[in-house]
C-alpha cells in the first residue's frame, strides 16, 4: 500500500535537517576564514547563509507542528473511507454494485436473498448481514427505503456501517465515494 506521504515526508524533514547542519558548518568556516575574506564579501556570505538558515527553520517548525506535509487531505480522506468501506461491506458483490450505482440490481440481489431466507438455502445470519449492506447501499445511492426497511436497517446495522455512514457524509461528494468503492472492488479481483 502507499506509503500516503508519510516516508516522503520523513524524507523532507531528514533533508531539511541536514541542510541546517551544513549551513551551521558554512557561518562556523565563515567565521574561521573571516581574516581571509574583503569586509563586503564576509557580510554578504554571512546574509545569504542566515537567510538560508531562516527558511529552512521556518521550514523545520512547520514540519514539527504539523503545518506541512507531504499527507494530504485527501490521501487521509481516502485511508478513512478505504477502511470504513472494508469494515462495512463484507460483501464484493455488493461493494460492485454500490460502485457502479445499480440500485435495481441491488433490490433484485434483495430479493432473491428473502426468497433463499424462505426456502431454506440462506442462513438468517448471513441474510441479516447482506440486507443491512444492500440497505445502506441503497440509501447511499438515493434511493428511498421503506418504511420496514428502514427499521430493520436501524434494528440490525452495526458499528461499521454506522462508521461507514459518518464517513461518507462527512466527505460530501457520493463521487469520491463511488470511486473509491470501484477502486476496491478492482483491488479485491488482483
Known sequence: MASR?????GKL?????????????????LEECREELDADEYEETKKETLEQLSEINDSLKKIMSGDM????????????IQAAISQAFKTPEVIRMFAKKQPRQLRTRLAEMDRDLMVGKLERDLHTQQKVEILTALRK????L????EMFLSTNAGAALNQF?????????????FALASFEVEKAKQ
Do not use: F, Y
Open 5 to 9: 506521504g508519510t516516508t516522503e515526508t
Open 13 to 29: 524533514k531528514q533533508n531539511l535537517e541536514e541542510q541546517l547542519d551544513r549551513l551551521m558548518q558554512q557561518l562556523q568556516d
Open 69 to 80: 506535509t507531504l499527507v494530504d487531505e485527501l490521501s487521509g480522506m481516502q485511508l478513512a
Open 141 to 144: 445511492l438515493g434511493e428511498k
Open 146 to 149: 421503506t418504511p420496514d426497511e
Open 165 to 177: 455512514e459518518k464517513v461518507s457524509t462527512d466527505l460530501g461528494s457520493g463521487d469520491k465515494v
